[in-house]
């Protein structure tokens, strides 16, 4: 018996001031049973996203692990991350969301739950720019709504 | 479009959240409830105008459910609370 | 004469000319200028026809306020059929048309109708209506409206946008910009918001010295190196919630294109309010020929456009700020008139009367005369009983009228704001405060900016911030005489407008009261002033007014209209933002769906997901390839794309527990590896959801509820646990988008799939799963099905969904999609909830009353399935149907009807309906009345459909393998 070869999702969108592309981090996992602060991003390989009083989003970007917790779902192959970098960044946000990308709520150390073009995301301020998560069904409708609004965002005066 | 502070989660715009109506207590147990009783819980609400009740859900964030304390006159929102707090 | 360019003034390019054409005519202007100081430029006068009367219309305003200059815009391919003039920066290669007039605004055919004038007064068209409404309506329907529409698709690009600042200041006139500079002194983070292209608002036409330098100059320096986010070219049109605010950019200098607009939203801590205040006209006998204009509007039209609007003008005015007007254009050359309705001539006529200005005290225009636009002028007493009265005609082009000035309150009024009438100042202020807000409403320039640095500190004192710099400083003015209060000229018998736009008139408000309507909100609705595209800006008070004087009331007695966003016309594409066509709502694809399109699927959406309804081979309908694929998968095997089915993982110890109060169910006695069908009520009993639920392990359940209800029952379960069963531990995880998951169904599906998996399938009993691996991946096998047919789910991580769904397809199994899929339940009498079951349904009428006797606990909707309406005898109860005629499909919605002594009434409904193949003839299912006992006795009903009647024979919904043989086999 052949193993079968799983997809992988590739995309990049390159316009004026922003580069969006899908990042393919080595296991995602919805966690129940550890304690962290509303709205908080812990640790670092992995870091843990919080989503919920019982539930927090572990990530691991290059080395796949098993994280701690009572109630461990694997999301690997259930959520797509992409990320969003350069100047414009905040830009595409602030037409996707209903968040200021300067607020409080997207500081340093800090994630939220909103709609990004009306589908549900986890987001967060990583590096030069953003990251977002988004339940892996979306990917499509999102790089289409990203490559729409990052064409448009290029050429504001 | 309000701006509804989330016990969770702090200040965020109205479209993120959903819209529970007016709390009730369910009578239990169901053998206990007459029917005119199951149908006040279930169809009747006081409604009124003013300081009111309601429980919100923010559905785009963190899911999660809490009572908040509105003056449906004036839109202003008087206090919001988790559930099971002291009102 | 008409009006004309000067050789120097004003703030356009002269180097920059910019060619357009106005019904076909070339012309040319130059950048800067609007399309109305264009066309003024090039000396043309009308340039519409009013609503009602089609009489002539000429440019009356600068800005917003105008009502006449509603033009059809074509540019760049965009094109806009209501554009006012005042505000559209003019581009080279525009064309503009007059509307509302045939052939065009100069000859238009129905100016006619101005002559039956006395037969359509306010109110005309709702007496119309009489004995038939249907007479008139039609073609007085057809007659309404001023530009047209094209049909075209817009393809123009609108996007929004969210911001959040500490203030927010409305208008970049002096007041704003005073209160921007020193709120953002303070440290905070200032958006300010001007609708023009070019901040300093009146500066830009008046003369002022502030700190020393010109107005215009201190204007365009203030704002530098001071942080302030500034918003050009950008309306605040509306007043929401908790400081929201809707902002409407207009990107003119977008380079894909024409008008682009920008939709913010704009959240602010503290809002300023500096809008300014709009000029109103003096109401006079024939005030609304061409030429006819706002004082403040001629004066801009020279300051700003270099435009002298008429070599002999005539200014009307009860108040100072119309000799600006009078001074400047008599500098430029005109010879002017001016006629001041006050008793006594106030200070500042002796500068005009030093430099040649005839100067009339108590004096009003009595008429105008010409045909196309004013040539004449008569000027009488204020207090004229006839035009008959007047002392002097006077040759001119143009009347300069200013009646006084309206503070633009409305974004106060839609913060539920109070406002007052102030009798010396003849204005609506704001009455007391909305809280974070701040309203500057000043006479002079030196109280504009006191004010307005005034409200800075004020905002960033509540901020809990200091303002540490001085407000600017402006020589004080002389102070002006006071206004004096004049609604209209007391003449009866010459008409006199309000609204000129819709052809409103003095004699329409008389009208009004005498027939009773003596609230504004009436008067409003009664003789639409105010309704028409400029919303009453310059008409709304006069009429308010006049009212109060035909009832006997004060003006604060009559108030004012409610006042309701936008305050100027909002695109609906700038609403839309980018979410139109594709991206109009969020969408999702299955893992597979790139093997779906390659096999040429018919892709629709179900909920939100694109799923395949079937697939169609080349010349096949849908309807063929839905029978072909029904029957393959009885025969021998057929291929199902499952993956939106929901699956939520239920852990934790007292995960069981939760789930016997949320089902209705017994799930607690569930064994570990086995499936069951469980249903999800709401409170009221309703069946909510139907789906599987599988024990995983000893604390573990997982969920699969339908496709487009997983979201609603994740959402409920949580909202049980989190509100009522609290201290019950269970948590829930929706990994729907994580699995991939295919039904191979038929006789041939264990042949088939067994070699591909180290799972041992013949020790699989239906409603069964194990975990093992598929083509050595990691997944799960449910023995589970909805085809009736012995079927089994795979499910497999969802990234190895597309090589799972092409290995299976190698099987030959045949591809079916979610219609084949429905033919295939309905052989079998398998509900789908919505279709089969509607707001009403309870477990009993689908025939599933067990769990209500046997189970204890006060599940969902227990204590609703034993109230008097639960246990009437007369339910509809879901029920199979064979129509009497085999080839005929009833129609889903068909009544099922009993003939009465009394008429006809309906017994239930047709719920799903098809041909089956399995059967070779019709099928259908239904909700009945007492259907079970129809089942029994083997009864018959009528259906009726859209006037046609057919009949049908009440059986069991199991129409194929009543035994289940094909399932347990």
């Known amino acids: 018996m052949a193993d079968l070869p799983p997809d992988t999702l590739r995309a990049q969108i390159d316009a004026r001031g922003v580069t969006i592309r899908v990042l393919d981090p080595a296991a995602q996992f919805y966690v129940t049973g550890t304690a962290q602060a509303p709205n908080t991003i812990a640790d670092i390989h992995p870091y843990s996203l919080?989503?919920?009083?019982?539930?927090?989003?572990?990530?691991?970007?290059?080395?796949?692990?098993?994280?701690?917790?009572?109630?461990?779902?694997?999301?690997?192959?259930?959520l797509i991350l992409i990320e969003l970098v350069g100047p414009r960044a905040g830009e595409i946000l602030s037409a996707s969301t209903t968040l200021d990308p300067t607020s409080t709520v997207l500081a340093p150390g800090r994630c939220a739950q909103t709609l990004f073009g009306g589908v549900k995301v986890v987001l967060y301020a990583y590096g030069n720019g953003f990251r977002l998560h988004a339940e892996r069904s979306f990917a499509a409708f999102l790089l289409e709504w990203l490559r729409k609004a990052a064409s448009a965002i290029g050429e504001s005066p | 479009m309000l701006s509804i502070p989330c016990p969770w989660c702090g200040p965020r715009d109205e479209p993120e959240f959903l819209f529970g109506g007016e709390p009730a207590v369910r009578p239990v147990p169901a053998a206990d409830v007459t029917d005119a009783a199951w149908a006040d819980y279930l169809y009747f609400r006081d409604n009124d105008k003013g300081p009111h009740a309601e429980i919100w859900c923010h559905a785009a964030g963190c899911g999660q459910w809490f009572v908040m304390r509105r003056d449906t006159a004036t839109h202003a929102i008087l206090s919001v609370r988790k559930p099971g707090e002291p009102a | 004469m008409t009006a004309r360019r000067l050789s120097q003034g004003g703030r356009i390019d002269r180097t920059k000319p910019l060619p357009f054409t106005w019904h076909g005519t070339a012309m040319t202007g130059f950048a800067g200028d609007t399309v109305a100081s264009a066309l003024l430029a090039n000396g043309v006068k009308i340039v519409g026809r009013s609503f009602k009367y089609h009489r002539a219309r000429g440019i009356f305003g600068a800005w917003v306020e105008e009502p006449n200059g509603i033009l059809d815009l074509e540019y760049n391919g965009a094109h806009d059929p209501n554009a006012r003039a005042t505000t559209v920066q003019l581009q080279a290669g525009m064309a503009a048309r007059g509307v509302n007039a045939r052939p065009d605004v100069d000859r238009d055919i129905y100016r006619g109708i101005d002559l039956l004038n006395r037969f359509l007064p306010a109110g005309f068209y709702y007496k119309t209506f009489f004995p038939n409404w249907h007479r008139y309506e039609p073609r007085i329907r057809a007659m309404a409206g001023l530009g047209r529409l094209r049909g075209d698709t817009d393809a123009r690009h609108f996007e929004n946008r969210s911001a959040l600042a500490d203030v927010l200041v409305v208008g970049a006139g002096p007041a704003g910009l005073a209160a921007a500079r020193a709120a953002s002194s303070a440290g905070l983070s200032v958006i300010l918001a001007d609708d023009r292209a070019e901040i300093g608002g009146s500066l830009l036409w008046n003369d002022a010295t502030i700190d020393g330098y010109a107005g215009i100059d201190w204007a365009a320096h203030a704002l530098v190196n001071s942080g302030v986010r500034i918003l050009s070219r950008t309306t605040v049109f509306g007043a929401y919630d908790d400081g929201a605010f809707g902002l409407l950019e207009c990107r003119a200098t977008a380079p894909t294109g024409w008008a682009e607009d920008r939709l913010w939203t704009v959240r602010a801590r503290q809002t300023i309010l500096a809008p300014g205040a709009i000029e109103r006209p003096l109401v006079f006998p024939h005030n609304d020929r061409p030429g006819v204009m706002l004082a403040a509007a001629a004066l801009n039209y020279l300051r700003q456009y270099g435009v002298l609007v008429g070599d002999e003008v005539v200014v009307a005015t009860n108040n100072d700020s119309a000799y600006a007007t009078a001074l400047a254009l008599r500098e430029a050359g005109a010879t002017v008139t001016l006629a001041d309705v006050r008793p006594a001539l106030p200070d500042v006529a002796h500068a005009a009367q030093s430099v040649g200005i005839r100067v009339l005290a108590n004096s009003v225009v009595?008429?105008?005369?010409?045909?196309?636009?004013?040539?004449?002028?008569?000027?009488?007493?204020?207090?004229?009983?006839?035009?008959?009265?007047?002392?002097?005609?006077?040759?001119?082009?143009?009347?300069?009228?200013s009646g006084g000035f309206s503070p633009a309150?409305?974004?106060?009024?839609?913060?539920?704001?109070?406002?007052?009438?102030?009798?010396?100042?003849?204005?609506?202020?704001?009455?007391?405060?909305?809280?974070?807000?701040?309203?500057?409403?000043?006479?002079?320039?030196?109280?504009?900016?006191?004010?307005?640095?005034?409200?800075?500190?004020?905002?960033?004192?509540?901020?809990?911030?200091?303002?540490?710099?001085?407000?600017?400083?402006?020589?004080?003015?002389?102070?002006?005489?006071?206004?004096?209060?004049?609604?209209?000229?007391?003449?009866?018998g010459v008409r006199q407008w309000l609204d000129l736009q819709n052809d409103v008139t003095v004699k329409d408000v008389r009208l009004a009261a005498r027939e009773n309507y003596s609230s504004v909100e009436h008067l409003k609705r009664y003789t639409t002033l105010g309704m028409a595209t400029d919303q009453g800006k310059t008409s709304n008070v006069n009429g308010l007014a006049l009212l109060a004087t035909a009832t006997g009331q004060t003006i604060p007695q009559v108030g004012t209209t409610t006042f309701r966003p936008p305050y100027t016309p909002v695109t609906l594409g700038a609403l839309a933002g980018m979410r139109h066509g594709a991206l109009y709502a969020p969408w999702r694809h299955l893992p597979a769906h790139a093997e779906h399109a390659a096999l040429n699927a018919d892709m629709r959406e179900y909920g939100n997901w694109w799923r395949p309804a079937c697939y169609k081979r080349p010349g096949e309908t849908a309807a063929d390839a839905i029978q072909r694929e029904a029957a393959a998968a009885r025969r021998s095997a057929g291929l199902f794309d499952g993956s939106s089915l929901g699956k939520i993982i239920v852990d934790g110890p007292d995960a069981a527990a939760f789930l016997n109060l949320m089902y209705y169910n017994e799930v607690a006695n569930l064994k570990p590896g086995r499936l069951r069908y469980v249903l999800l009520l709401?409170?009221?009993?309703?069946?909510?959801?139907?789906?599987?639920?599988?024990?995983?392990?000893?604390?573990?359940?997982?969920?699969?509820?339908?496709?487009?209800?997983?979201?609603?029952?994740?959402?409920?379960?949580?909202?049980?646990?989190?509100?009522?069963?609290?201290?019950?531990?269970?948590?829930?995880?929706?990994?729907?988008?994580?699995?991939?998951?295919?039904?191979?169904?038929?006789?041939?599906?264990?042949?088939?799939?067994?070699?591909?998996?180290?799972?041992?399938?013949?020790?699989?009993?239906?409603?069964?799963?194990?975990?093992?691996?598929?083509?050595?991946?990691?997944?799960?096998?449910?023995?589970?099905?909805?085809?009736?047919?012995?079927?089994?789910?795979?499910?497999?991580?969802?990234?190895?969904?597309?090589?799972?769904?092409?290995?299976?397809?190698?099987?030959?199994?045949?591809?079916?999609?979610?219609?084949?899929?429905?033919?295939?339940?309905?052989?079998?009498?398998?509900?789908?909830?919505?279709?089969?079951?509607?707001?009403?349904?309870?477990?009993?009428?689908?025939?599933?009353?067990?769990?209500?006797?046997?189970?204890?606990?006060?599940?969902?909707?227990?204590?609703?399935?034993?109230?008097?309406?639960?246990?009437?005898?007369?339910?509809?109860?879901?029920?199979?149907?064979?129509?009497?005629?085999?080839?005929?499909?009833?129609?889903?919605?068909?009544?099922?009807?009993?003939?009465?002594?009394?008429?006809?009434?309906?017994?239930?409904?047709?719920?799903?309906?098809?041909?089956?193949?399995?059967?070779?003839?019709?099928?259908?299912?239904?909700?009945?009345?007492?259907?079970?006992?129809?089942?029994?006795?083997?009864?018959?009903?009528?259906?009726?459909?859209?006037?046609?009647?057919?009949?049908?024979?009440?059986?069991?919904?199991?129409?194929?393998?009543?035994?289940?043989?094909?399932?347990?086999g």
């Open chain 3, 409 to 492: 309150v409305h974004l106060h009024s839609q913060s539920r704001g109070k406002l007052r009438w102030d009798e010396s100042r003849a204005a609506f202020l704001p009455a007391g405060t909305v809280a974070n807000q701040h309203f500057v409403a000043a006479d002079t320039l030196a109280e504009a900016i006191a004010q307005g640095h005034g409200a800075g500190i004020a905002a960033a004192t509540a901020l809990g911030r200091t303002v540490t710099i001085a407000p600017p400083t402006t020589p004080t003015a002389p102070q002006a005489d006071p206004i004096r209060p004049y609604w209209c000229v007391p003449i009866k």
């Open chain 1, 50 to 78: 919080w989503l919920a009083p019982d539930r927090t989003l572990v990530v691991y970007e290059n080395q796949r692990g098993t994280p701690q917790g009572a109630f461990v779902s694997d999301m690997t192959d259930g």
């Open chain 3, 366 to 401: 009595l008429n105008t005369v010409g045909s196309g636009g004013v040539r004449l002028v008569d000027i009488g007493p204020a207090d004229a009983a006839s035009p008959r009265d007047a002392t002097m005609r006077v040759p001119a082009s143009v009347v300069a009228t």
């Open chain 3, 682 to 968: 709401r409170e009221n009993g309703v069946v909510y959801d139907d789906g599987v639920v599988a024990r995983i392990g000893p604390g573990r359940y997982q969920l699969s509820p339908s496709s487009s209800h997983t979201a609603g029952v994740l959402a409920m379960l949580e909202a049980w646990h989190q509100t009522e069963y609290p201290s019950l531990r269970v948590a829930l995880h929706d990994v729907t988008s994580a699995w991939a998951t295919f039904a191979l169904s038929g006789p041939d599906s264990r042949n088939l799939l067994a070699p591909m998996t180290d799972i041992e399938l013949t020790a699989l009993p239906h409603m069964a799963f194990a975990d093992g691996t598929i083509l050595g991946i990691a997944g799960r096998i449910a023995r589970v099905s909805f085809t009736g047919e012995r079927s089994y789910e795979i499910s497999v991580p969802a990234s190895y969904g597309p090589s799972l769904w092409r290995a299976l397809l190698q099987t030959d199994a045949t591809p079916y999609g979610i219609e084949s899929l429905s033919v295939l339940r309905a052989e079998k009498g398998y509900i789908l909830i919505g279709t089969d079951t509607d707001g009403m349904t309870l477990p009993d009428d689908l025939g599933i009353s067990g769990p209500l006797r046997a189970k204890k606990v006060d599940f969902v909707g227990k204590r609703s399935l034993t109230t008097p309406d639960a246990l009437r005898l007369d339910r509809r109860q879901f029920v199979g149907l064979l129509p009497l005629d085999p080839h005929a499909v009833p129609h889903v919605g068909s009544h099922a009807i009993e003939r009465t002594a009394t008429g006809v009434r309906s017994l239930g409904w047709v719920t799903s309906a098809c041909h089956s193949p399995a059967l070779g003839r019709s099928i259908a299912l239904g909700m009945i009345e007492r259907g079970r006992a129809l089942i029994e006795s083997g009864g018959e009903v009528e259906l009726f459909h859209l006037g046609k009647t057919s009949r049908a024979k009440i059986v069991s919904p199991v129409f194929y393998d009543a035994a289940g043989e094909k399932l347990h």
